[in-house]
């Protein structure tokens, strides 16, 4: 199967699987399963960011939130230990499930183990597409997610998390980052972070 051939069906694989998303998302009118949701905009975030990224770095883009709601934040104590533990379970959770879709479409030993490096997010800051998978997260998180998560949040915990957001990220993202469409609300709050 030609790698295009093997690309696509691994997009409609992990899809299909983030079509059972329980939680729904409505944007511009039509609901989405939440995951589903994040997934497409993590795609076109790439494509437009980094058009040329590997194969591997598409794939993982696609699968990097795969049936997130299986294990839920609330199944963790509510505190920075539980939050880091769940991070790290999840990581290994989305590794099991995209290899095992990869491995359905025929994808190779090596292709399955860098996808699997990617959304274990080694060697950041070292790894060029371990770096532009964070930089992705990032840009989607702030184009789509940071205004609503702002909403329900004291600022100085927003600008605690803007600050730390923007340490993981290149200074390719960074750029990236302050051409994204934006409320003045938004930009306000983030360069007040960036100032202090």
């Given at each position: 199967m030609a790698n295009s051939n093997k690309l696509e069906l691994a997009f409609l694989l992990f899809d299909k699987a983030n079509t059972k998303d329980p939680n729904v998302?409505?944007?511009?009118?039509?609901?989405?399963?939440?995951?589903?949701?994040?997934?497409?905009?993590?795609?076109?975030?790439?494509?437009?960011?980094?058009?040329?990224a590997s194969?591997?770095?598409?794939?993982?883009?696609?699968?990097q939130h795969i049936c997130r709601w299986e294990i839920p934040?609330?199944?963790?104590?509510?505190?920075?230990?539980?939050?880091?533990t769940?991070?790290?379970?999840?990581?290994?959770?989305?590794?099991?499930?995209?290899?095992?879709i990869?491995?359905?479409v025929g994808y190779d030993e090596e292709t399955i183990e860098k996808v699997r490096f990617l959304l274990e997010k080694k060697q950041?800051?070292?790894?060029?597409?371990t770096q532009t998978l964070e930089d992705i997260i990032c840009l989607v998180f702030l184009e789509f997610y940071f205004e609503?998560?702002?909403?329900?949040?004291?600022?100085?915990?927003?600008?605690?998390?803007?600050?730390?957001?923007?340490?993981?990220?290149?200074?390719?993202?960074q750029a990236a980052a302050l051409e994204l469409p934006l409320s003045k609300k938004s930009l306000t709050i983030i360069n007040k972070a960036l100032n202090s």
């Open positions: 998302e409505e944007y511009l009118g039509k609901a989405y399963p939440k995951e589903l949701l994040y997934a497409i905009r993590m795609t076109e975030k790439l494509n437009t960011f980094k058009p040329d194969e591997a770095l598409k794939l993982t883009a696609r699968c934040r609330e199944s963790y104590e509510m505190n920075r230990a539980g939050y880091l769940w991070r790290q379970d999840l990581k290994k959770f989305h590794a099991e499930r995209a290899s095992s990869l491995k359905e950041l800051k070292k790894n060029e597409d609503p998560f702002a909403h329900g949040h004291p600022e100085e915990k927003i600008i605690d998390i803007l600050q730390k957001t923007w340490r993981k990220m290149s200074n390719e993202g």
